[in-house]
């Protein structure tokens, strides 16, 4: 578990598990946290699937609010950031390709 000032992320399948293109991290925002900047991957493709609590995600320009059942694709330069605006910690699954990091802070 990696552990952030908002909270934390779980790595679940990556290159330990003999994934090659595909990646699936567990993130856990605490209340009233999320990221303050937001950032973008040139790459990178993602999938948030809320699991507890409640987020607003912003991508680019535009917000959504991502809870339980919820599912929210972020394409490869969205800028993009999630904020906690619940009472409890805020968990979601993430699924992303390719594997390498190529996030860009703002």
């Not at 991508?59 to 904020?83: C, F, Q, S, W």
Request: proline share 6%; hydrophobic share 35%.
């Amino acid at each position: 578990m990696e552990k952030r000032s908002t909270g934390s992320v779980t790595r679940v399948v990556d290159e330990r598990v003999g994934a090659s293109r595909l990646g699936v991290i567990v993130v856990e925002v605490s209340p009233g946290s999320g990221s303050p900047r937001l950032h973008y991957h040139e790459k990178r493709e993602s999938v948030y699937i809320g699991v507890e609590g409640r987020a607003s995600v912003t991508v680019d320009d535009e917000k959504y609010i991502v809870e339980p059942n919820t599912v929210l694709l972020i394409a490869p330069g969205e800028k993009h950031g999630v904020e906690n605006i619940g009472d409890v910690a805020f968990r979601m699954i993430e699924v992303y390709s390719p594997l390498e990091p190529d996030r860009i802070d703002l």
